[in-house]
């Protein structure tokens, strides 16, 4: 049976978490757009190059170039048994674009309240040195403001303050809560209550897809 599975949610619902703990139980992998973007500036293919002439004079990469990327990364041998699309589609042209290029199985929304997302992003800190992610209640460092693992300064992200969370989450609902709309159409959709621990979120996940 082939698993293609868009993975929906605000920013700090959890996706990346809760995908890299169900991933191998698929065996298919976890593709997030962010890792495909650098991957694609990397290697110098033609969309890479495209995304980076945008990104380099600070414009949005258009849809067609991202759309571009996901088909070329999806037509790999690798997710022949399907994948786990975290961070794409993010509005609702790239959902009907992805349509066209592959059959959604289930489009997993986790849900997850804009406290909780305010809560779990603006006490995230990042290393400036090996860019590892620690936060302050979840996964604290053992020394304030330190990296446990190469010694380097945390610092609290620009985008990880509460005003800008809120605009990104405004932004989120704008754009992103249509794709809802279409994948509940297409008889797809699976909510999940995300507001819980990974273990709480996983288990719920796995029990929805009889896993």
């Avoid at 002439?53 to 088909?71: A, N």
């Avoid at 446990?148 to 989450?169: F, H, S, T, V, W």
């Avoid at 794709?179 to 509940?184: G, M, T």
Wanted: hydrophobic share 35%.
């Amino acid at each position: 049976m082939v698993n293609n599975f868009v993975f929906l949610g605000p920013q700090g619902s959890g996706k990346g978490t809760v995908i890299g703990r169900i991933k191998d139980r698929y065996q298919v992998p976890h593709i997030s757009t962010g890792d495909m973007f650098r991957e694609a500036v990397r290697e110098g293919t033609e969309f890479g190059r495209k995304a980076k002439e945008c990104m380099d004079k600070g414009e949005l990469v258009p849809d067609e170039v991202t759309c571009g990327m996901v088909k070329d990364r999806l037509g790999r041998d690798d997710c022949k048994e399907g994948y786990m699309l975290d961070g794409f589609p993010r509005n609702l042209s790239q959902a009907e674009a992805l349509s066209r290029i592959t059959r959604v199985t289930k489009a997993v929304l986790l849900d997850v309240p804009e406290d909780v997302s305010l809560m779990r992003l603006s006490g995230r800190r990042t290393c400036k040195s090996c860019s590892a992610i620690f936060h302050m209640t979840f996964v604290p460092p053992k020394q304030e403001g330190i990296c446990d693992k190469c010694g380097g300064e945390l610092y609290q992200r620009d985008d990880d303050k509460p005003d800008a969370i809120k605009e990104r989450l405004a932004i989120y609902h704008r754009e992103t809560m249509p794709i809802v709309d279409f994948y509940e159409k297409a008889g797809v959709l699976l909510k999940v209550d995300g507001g819980g621990t990974v273990d709480d979120v996983v288990a719920l996940l796995l029990g929805s897809l009889g896993g």
